[in-house]
Structures are given as C-alpha cells and as structure tokens.
C-alpha cells in the first residue's frame, strides 16, 4: 500500500524557513516524480513543485520561485521542501503527492502537514 | 484566482444528475492536455477521482464519469448519494506557465 507521510510544518515568523519531510513506503520510490501541493485554510488547491526521479529538473510555481527548494533522498525514500522568506500568504497545509509516472496527475496523497506564518 | 474556472457549488436531490464543469484556455485543456478530477472531504486529503479525462481508479462508482471538448470538461455524478457530499477539483497541465494547474473547487450538495 502506497503511503505517504509528511512532517515538519509548524508555526513560523514573517521571514523565517522551514523544511517539509514526505516519508514515502509501499512502492519503489525512485521510479516516481513527487510533488508539493498546498491548500490556504479556506481555499482551493494550489500546485507549488514537482521534481523529478533522479532529483533534476525540478519545476515550481511562480508564487514560490526563489524561495523554496524541492529536493529528494532516494536512500531515504524521502522528499523535501525548504522553505525560505515566508510569507504570510504561505499560510497552508502542504501535501505530498505522487505524480503518476507517463501523465500529468497525481495518484497518491500524504495527509498533509500544517504551515503556520504569523508574527 | 484559479488557473481553471468552475462553479463555487452544485446541488441536487438524492437520485439526481448533477454536472460540474471546468473551464480552461489554449494553454491546458485546449492545448491536448488531459484533466483529472480529485474528490476532497472537509478535514481530508485530496484523492484522485477521475484520471485521464475519463477514466476511474479503483472503487470508483460507475455514477462517476468524465468528459472534455475543447477548452473544457465536466465531471458527471449520476444517481446523486447523501456521500457524494465533498469538495471536486479539477486539474490539468499548463505549457505557458509549465506546471499543473487546478481549478478552483465546486462543493457538491445533497439537498
């Protein structure tokens, strides 16, 4: 069973960084694209980074370009996201998601994890 | 605001057909690219509902179906159920902004 288990969000000042983790178990992790997707309290989804199976290329949204950085362990079974200058428009919970290898979609999703920036 | 349009909110009686629909541009579902529909309960993780324009995972029911013409697609739900109750986004890939884009979400009533 594919799972994925996201760790690391928490409350953050104006400015600060933070780093996501995404656990992944029950399929070959390194043969998988693995996405962030996070969703404002309130609102809709918003695609945020996706990176590759061997970690390059990686692509983001124009709304985190410069500050976020996607990265992933294939040893680990793990993926990342720094995150830096927060803002409070960051404000999300942030899911991991996997992308389904040969289309544009994504099949399996953590259970997210809560980004809090406020002063 | 949301790459793909659709309604805030669709409603129905129980046994009822309802439809969402999901409108793009020539940049996404225009340009060839397909859509995938994700169901979303409050407090839940999204899950995958539709993929490929048209086709359902895995315990999805067949009151479930997907279509698309043009710049846009709907999401059919057939025989509409009190649990069908839920937030449905649809999603497809942008060439001009290389990346995914969603919609904006439609919560779907059970009157």
């Known amino acids: 069973e594919v799972q994925l288990l996201e760790s690391g969000g928490g409350l953050v000042q104006p400015g600060g960084s933070l780093r996501l983790s995404c656990a992944a178990s029950g399929f070959t992790f390194s043969t998988s694209a693995m996405s962030w997707v996070r969703q404002a309290p309130g609102k809709g989804l918003e695609w945020v980074s996706i990176v590759a199976t061997i970690g390059d290329p990686t692509y983001y949204a124009d709304s985190v370009k410069g500050r976020f950085t996607i990265s992933r362990d294939n040893s680990k079974n793990t993926l990342y996201l720094q995150m830096n200058s927060l803002r409070v428009e960051d404000t999300a919970m942030y899911y991991c998601?996997?992308?389904?290898?040969?289309?544009?979609?994504?099949?399996?999703w953590g259970q997210g994890t809560l980004v809090t920036v406020s002063s | 605001q949301s790459v793909l349009t659709q309604p805030p909110s669709v409603s129905g009686a129980p046994g009822q057909r309802v439809t969402i629909s999901c409108t793009g541009s020539n940049s996404n579902i225009g340009a060839d690219y397909n859509v995938h529909w994700y169901r979303q309960v409050p407090g839940k993780a999204p899950k995958l509902f539709i993929y490929g324009n048209n086709n359902r995972p895995s315990g999805v029911p067949d009151r479930f179906s997907g279509s698309k013409s043009g710049t846009s697609a709907s999401l059919a739900i057939s025989g509409l159920q009190a649990d069908d109750e839920a937030d449905y986004y649809c999603q497809s890939y942008d060439s001009s902004l290389r990346g995914y884009v969603f919609g904006s979400g439609t919560k779907v009533t059970v009157l």
């Open positions: 998601a996997r992308k389904y290898t040969g289309s544009y979609h994504f099949d399996h």
